[in-house]
């Protein structure tokens, strides 16, 4: 069964810290991984995917198959990057986006 | 816009109500799912449509029963509400075997009281 986990619930870091968010997941297949933001009261929004290997927002994640991880960071946090973040699996078989539980992320001043 | 849109955004409503909620995507999608977000913020998979075929249904009460009428539009009926049913309602779209993942709507926030 697939299984993704993110161990923090609640993240806070200064303005211009480095961020790392962290995403563990279980999957026999080969995993297909994303993370998604939702910024207050609004939709879930993609923000990246493992296969693009692309930068959004200076956000950026690598897949570490060995450590069967996906974590997401940031060099330098901004205070628009408060959210939560939530990173997901997708079982491409089930055709089903299994999700984390969520890291609410918050950048102080 | 190209988007996929719920209607609507706020529900209020007594216990032991019946109430719909509707989805529409105009994204050529050919898969269509339901979310619902629990007070702690956590997502879980309800249901999914493909081309107006029924593919996932996850351990949801009967009360919940999902309808797609066609691939581009899919509804949440519930019956008889109960307090826990108070959530927020995440429509998404995907196609089916692609890896871009899914495009979510603005969700419904229901409050049952």
């Known amino acids: 069964a697939q299984r993704v986990t993110q161990p923090e619930k609640l993240l806070s870091v200064f303005k211009g810290a480095p961020v790392e968010l962290k995403c563990n997941y279980s999957y026999s297949g080969s995993p297909e991984l994303f993370w998604y933001v939702q910024y207050s009261r609004q939709r879930l929004q993609l923000l990246l995917r493992h296969i693009s290997r692309e930068s959004i927002k200076g956000f950026t994640a690598d897949l570490n198959k060995g450590e069967t991880s996906f974590h997401l960071k940031k060099p330098f946090a901004q205070e628009e990057d408060s959210a939560m973040y939530y990173c997901a699996l997708l079982n491409p078989g089930a055709q089903k986006l299994v999700f984390g539980q969520g890291t609410r992320l918050t950048i102080n001043p | 816009d190209t988007a996929v849109s719920q209607t609507p955004k706020y529900l209020v409503t007594q216990m032991g109500n019946d109430k719909s909620i509707k989805c529409e995507q105009n994204?050529?999608?050919?898969?269509m799912y339901w979310y619902k977000q629990d007070s702690k913020k956590f997502l879980k998979i309800m249901f999914s449509y493909n081309n107006k075929e029924l593919i996932i249904n996850e351990t949801v009460p009967n009360r919940f029963s999902p309808k797609s009428p066609d691939k581009a539009h899919l509804n949440l009926h519930i019956n008889s509400l109960e307090l826990g049913d108070s959530a927020v309602y995440f429509c998404?779209?995907?196609?089916?075997?692609?890896?871009?993942?899914?495009?979510f709507g603005s969700g419904t926030r229901l409050t049952v009281v």
């Open positions: 994204l050529g999608h050919d898969t």
């Open positions: 998404a779209s995907s196609l089916r075997h692609s890896n871009y993942g899914y495009t």
